[in-house]
């Protein structure tokens, strides 16, 4: 038995380009956006990267005590002005914050370790100046501002993490 609306159906080229774009349309749709998405992931990472590399030099430069780690009411007050630094990308509190989802100074944080700076096995030491030399470490963490397609898609919360390390060498 045959049904020729069902023959005139399966060899009929008309529409076919329609049908076509539908079933591709949410395929670009995801693309397109999701380009969008991670060239902001990029934008937001190469913003804190930049922030907390500038708050890491002038730490390294800061009239701190030269000890280690450094100490005094000048280092309490640098590493406020590093925060700022970091996500205003001026001292000033009161400048636009660099990124609207980075806008905590507790969002970056400041480690100081210290590196020996003594002469071992007859080789001289690895820098000039004191015994122990320290090393600053600026990082932050803060969660990406994406469009919504992430959550769209339910991958999540991405998190755009950054840090940088300076050796303190005062002014």
Not at 31 to 45: I, N, P, S, W
Not at 69 to 87: C, D, E, F, R
Not at 99 to 125: E, K, M, R, Y
Not at 133 to 153: A, C, H, K, Y
Request: proline share 7%.
């Amino acid at each position: 038995m045959k049904f020729p609306i069902f023959h005139n159906f399966r060899t009929n080229k008309s529409g076919a380009a329609l049908v076509e774009f539908s079933i591709l349309i949410p395929v670009i749709f995801f693309g397109a956006f999701g380009m969008m998405e991670f060239g902001r992931a990029l934008y937001q990472f190469h913003v804190a990267n930049k922030g907390v590399k500038a708050a890491a030099r002038y730490l390294a430069r800061t009239t701190a005590s030269p000890g280690c780690p450094p100490v005094g009411t000048n280092w309490s007050a640098a590493q406020t002005n590093a925060k700022n630094l970091a996500i205003r990308g001026s001292l000033d509190t009161s400048s636009p914050l660099l990124l609207p989802n980075w806008d905590q100074t507790t969002d970056v944080t400041i480690a100081v370790s210290c590196v020996s700076n003594v002469a071992q096995n007859g080789n001289p030491a690895p820098f000039r100046g004191p015994d122990s030399i320290p090393v600053l470490t600026v990082s932050t963490e803060f969660p990406f501002d994406d469009l919504g397609i992430l959550t769209t898609l339910g991958l999540g919360t991405i998190t755009i993490a950054a840090n940088h390390q300076e050796l303190f060498v005062g002014d």
